[in-house]
């Protein structure tokens, strides 16, 4: 608060910013034109001033001048706000006395060819920030405990990586998968581009790893249902379903899947080949245990209950049911990974339709050595014989406005790989094309790859299919025009292999709604920014890593997981959040409890709420609010403010701007009038 | 357009695609164990030989053109092409080959396979026929120009003998002989 | 003094015996010793080597197996015979396979290719074995400062890997004559000798271009070390003003003509009467 309440104490700091803002107008002239200015007591200009000479000055004003308020003209706010804040806080002003004029951004970079007006133009965002400078009021803040645990969604091996680091930190983790064992799409892998080296080789330590951490605790098979904040951490409720294999007592024998009548389409294997209702999908799975789909299981329709019989631990019971745990974490990490594009969407390539069309995440099972094929490439449905021509067709559905405009990041690599591994295996004897438009390779040691491919004899063609049709035989023709030389070709194939679209996992727009989480195009999760705050959301304590942020490869994912750990350990190890109070704040004596607020809020913040005097009255949630301001523009009465950001300190300011402006006008009237 | 032949049925499409078959896969290994063939399989495709040619602009086939085809496998239209034989070998192309394709080498292995299938422009056979004939190129015919320089009136130390009894052994003695 | 086997193939001495009487003046004023190589072949040029390899290679192969006995580096005046010797040096320096198998072929006239005698053009032998101090040391009628525009000739010059010559070689060399090098935008392109036999028409044409784009940017003369480039340059041209009166009036030079003026011997030592586009306005630009 000022020392008497009428009596302002202003210091106006003007930055030249360089050239920025100096190189369009007189920064002297313009803090030489305010030291008569009502309130203002000291008027100065710098080069710099977010400098550490700038930050004196403001720093030696403050003191000297015992100053109330602090304008500065300079860049956005965005920049050095906080900094300028922390000053004023170091001098004992309440940092929320700063009043800042973008005279960069709004007036020089716009205003640069004409130095006149963007004189005018600074002088009256100047003249504003002095008059809300003056309104403004001491703001203090509230701390909130907050848990060292945090909650990672998704055990891919984004997820997995960062339960890893925060375990290792001493931060307990608690790891929910969705699938019966963790790994995600890494375990599926045979082999990894560019070195080729085993997937499983190098994943498998880690699921070890996660599995004997005493700080991580899994829940596979499990799915996050309810999120909700409180103060500092979140109540988050997870939904446990029965796998009717004891973890326990399952000791890996595989009787009860070598008897089971009943076989599902393989989920794990993509939909290629069968599995039995009871069945582990990989033999490094973790848990390592077996699992009982319910789904395809007959127990419930027609009572079998063979596999129970034969289990020799009688580990397997029929009587579970769902299970819901609620825990409690002070970070979340997700990291839900990415699915192919539905085939069935990309009719034009015979999507769904052609037998021998596969997708390139099932021909990637076809190459594994615990796939359908052991690793052998064989036509499906029978699985009998080898192609003597395979197509890969690059970008299906990708960078096209009528599926997924986007690029899926490792499509190219991944069809290198698989056209590398085949070669590897068959040599001439497979006759391999890949049908691409533009082939990137942009990471480390990925180019010298590409090469490599092309040298193994691969054919490339540069452009997009048309005209396919399956032919009597079950084999692909195509037509495609080859920009390389020229020519229109039709082309025929035994397995054509596309490279599909990536979508976000299933359940990311709902999860990510949970959490309070914004996505962006094609409803992947989305970053608090791009490029400087890649893994954090504008859900505080909230992280993303991995490809439920954007198609990512292994190496991406990887330094994705280590950077969310990092920013969540930073963010729990404090142990408290500090919460500045420019929120939104309820007068109760003039709420009407009408509602209107609680309905705008777009951060569920506002709740109504029965006092004492029952009463039902708006609520503020000062960890939820975020300080937009909706509220503050629907309430009917003015009963709900946006602290820092008043009515009254709006008008003020635009009020400060317009009389400025005004003034100047008519000097300009009067003496214009005198001189020409 | 008439038909005049006793032809019936549907009339051609007007851009009959290439078909698969008409592919010589052999062709590219074939050229890669030429002299500077091997690094044939680098080419991207970037078209970098196109912009370095000085005269592509005048070939239907583009040279970037001839060395995809040779990828695919279009031997018989690479060889019969009049281009390979329009080349300055003037080696700016391969000179400015990101991937060091030896593209003007690369033609040149082109234009001997296609002089071992007789499809060579009559022109050059008769380069040969002088090579072997006269077993130079040049003959000099003013002696008096030497020897007003103090030269002395025969090329020096050139025997020709050595050049026919050389090329009368390889192809340029068979092309020679088969064109007469 | 340095000894060297010179091998001049059949275009200069049957065509320009100016460039090779030039030649040898130059040579001797620095003490070099071109030695005549007997018995060897014509190259064939890259016509032989685009319808039988396997014939140019063992001509050229040949060839430099003779060299190989002298023990001394064989040298030629010739881009044609450059590129020819020097491709096959380093295919049979890099292939081993078809170094055998051209051996083979060389024993039945006990010969074979070791490399031990390296292909050099002379004016590379100029630039590297005399030097340009020592060079400009003996000009005693230096060029003053008239525009010279250089013609390199591919073979010269690429594939770079192969030929070790950038063009730095052939432009410093000219300057220490007193010369201006006049840099114009088609430096690098053919003069289209090669496709001569194959289309006359656009061998005429890039010749045409090349001599426009040097009149253009202001040369007064140009600089060749080819005989199939001086074709095209000088003789053309005169082709060009006849048949399309296109005239660009620039003397064609090979260089150790210039060079031989700038060391004071006098034009008809150099042969300059032999030039087909007059070149004996160049006189006035030495200093007397």
Redesign the interface.
Known sequence: MPKKKDEHRIGVFICSCGTNIGGVIDVRKLARDFKDYPGVTFTTSNMFTCSKDGQDKIAEMIKEKDLTGVVIGACTPKLHEQLFREILEENDLNPFRLAQANLREHDTWVHGDDPEVAYKVAYDLVAGAIERAKTLEDIGFEEYPVDKSVLVIGAGIAGIQSALDLADKGIKVCLVEKYTSIGGYMARLEKTFPTLDCSMCILSPKLSAVERHKNIEILSYSEVIEVERDYGNFNVRVKKKPRYVSIEDCINCGACERNCPVTGRAEWNLGLGDRKAIYKPFPQAVPGVFFLDKDSCTHWTDGCTICAEKCPRDAISYDVEIEEIEIKVGAIIAATGFVEMDIEELSEYGGGKFTNVLTAGQYGRLLSLVGPTEGKILLPPSFEQSPKRIAYINCAGSRDENHRPWCCNFGCMYTLRHAEMTHRLYGDDIDQWIIYHELRAGGKEYEQFYRRVRESGVRFVRGFPSEMIEEKDGSISFSVFDQGTGSLLRLNFDMVVLTMAIDPSPGTAHLAHMLGVDRSEGGFMKELHPKLEPVNTKSRGVFIAGACQSPKDIPASVADGKAAASAAASHVLKGKVRVQMDKAVVDETLCIGCGLCEKVCPFDAISMTVRDDERQLAEVSSILCTGCGKCQVVCPIGAIKRKHFTTEQIEAEVLGLISAHRKREQSAKTSGGVSS | MTETGEKKGLPDVF?E????SELD?GF??EIQS???GEEL?????CSTCTSAC??AN?WE??P??LI??I????REKVLSSKEI????????C??RCP?GV?V??IF??C??LA?EENM??D??????KE?LEK???????ADW??E????EPD??????D??KR??GG???GR?VKGGK | MSIYSLYMGCSVPANYPNYEASMLKVAESFELTLEYLNDVACCGSPNLRAMDYWGWALVNARTLALADITEHDIVTPCNGCFGSLKDVYHLLKHDTEYRTSINVELEAEDLEFTGTSRPRHFIEVLYTDVGLDSIRKKISKPLDGVGIAIHYGCHLLRPGDVTEITPEVLSELVRVTGAHVVEYPLWKQCCGATVLPVDEALAIRLARDKLKSMKEAGAAFVTVVCPACCNQLDLQQLGLRELYGEKFDLPILFYPQILGLALGFDEDEVGLGMNRVPAKPILQHFSK
Not at chain 2, 135 to 141: A, F, K, N, S
């Open positions: 851009i695609p290439i078909n698969m896969r590219r290994k030429m002299p500077n399989s680098a080419c991207f495709a000085p005269v005048i086939i583009k970037h053109q995809r085809m990828i695919l496998g279009m034989w329009l080349c300055l070998t003037c080696f700016e391969q000179e991937q030896r003007t080498d040149f292995d234009k001997n002089a060579i422009p022109s050059i056979v008769a380069l040969g090579l077993g130079q190129l040049y003959i000099v015919t120009e030497r007003d320089l103090d030269l090329v020096p130390g050139l025997s020709t050595a050049v050389v090329l390889t192809r340029t092309l």
